[in-house]
């Protein structure tokens, strides 16, 4: 029987064996390669030598900036053709019925008589004032002499569109007149219109149209004309003579 100190022994060495054959297995370890340090001269320069990478790195793409694009976009507009229409004046023709008429120099009744159209005539006319209440025609008598004639009255028959016709710009009518120089009050027909006596001046003067007028004393009680009066263009017509025969100038 072995003592205890031989198979102590015996134990040690069997480790010990075994080391040695895990030992022998492993592999063998070796040793860094020097490194190598150049040894420069002075003045010499280091040559750098690029690493393969380097050479072989492919560059990254350029960008390619897109095209600028225009916010404000320039428009040409087309231009739609429009047609010149110049109204075409249509013919108005007039025929007087039922009276004579007198025809003015202008577009009122404010202008001087120019002539008479006489009832059952015919004439055309070639143009009108801004309202269309007057138009200008020429006259039968004279076709080289115009004058106007009013489109309001019941003696007129007109046919065709008289605002269609060209509009004519006249001047103004001169003004006329009639003053009350007596001390009686007057009345001047057939408008109708007083005239107080001179010592209510300025309501003793009042402006009318061109025509023929009565002019009758207030005072006077048989209602009789005391002066007639065809008033014109311009004129101012002076009452001097009350129905008594009594003259007084005007101041």
């Known amino acids: ?104 120099r202008g577009p009122g009744l404010e202008y001087n008589y120019a002539g008479v159209l ?15 209440r007057w138009i200008r025609i020429a006259l039968p008598s004279n076709p080289l002499k115009e004058g106007w004639i009013t489109t309001e009255t019941k003696y007129t028959q007109i046919e065709g569109d008289v605002p269609n016709l060209p509009y004519i710009e ?17 009345v001047v027909r057939p408008d109708g219109v007083k005239l107080l006596s001179q010592d209510d001046e300025p309501y003793n003067e009042e402006q009318f149209s061109v025509g023929v007028y009565q002019v009758y004393d207030l005072e006077n009680l048989e209602d009789k004309p005391i002066k007639e009066v065809n008033l014109s263009e311009g004129e101012t017509v002076e009452i001097q003579y009350d129905w008594t025969g009594e003259k007084t100038k005007c101041e």
């Not at 059952?120 to 309202?131: S, Y």
């Not at 006249?170 to 007057?186: G, K, M, S, V, Y």
Request: some cysteine.
């Open 170 to 186: 006249t001047e103004p009518a001169r003004p006329a007149f009639i003053r009350n120089c007596t001390r009686h009050d007057l």
């Open 1 to 104: 029987m072995m003592t205890v100190k031989r198979q102590v022994q015996i134990v040690a060495a069997l480790i010990l064996l075994v080391a040695l054959a895990v030992q022998g297995c492993a592999p063998r370890q070796t040793e860094p390669a020097a490194r190598t340090i150049s040894t420069l001269a002075p003045g010499d320069v280091p040559t750098w030598t690029p690493r393969l990478v380097d050479l072989t790195r492919t560059a990254l793409p350029t960008a390619t900036r897109p095209a600028p694009v225009s916010i404000a976009t320039t428009v040409t507009p087309t231009l739609i053709p429009t047609s010149s229409v110049v109204a075409t004046p249509q013919t108005v023709r007039v025929s007087i019925q039922g009276g004579n008429l007198f025809v003015h």
């Open 118 to 132: 006489k009832d059952g005539e015919t004439v055309l006319a070639t143009g009108r004032d801004r309202v269309s």
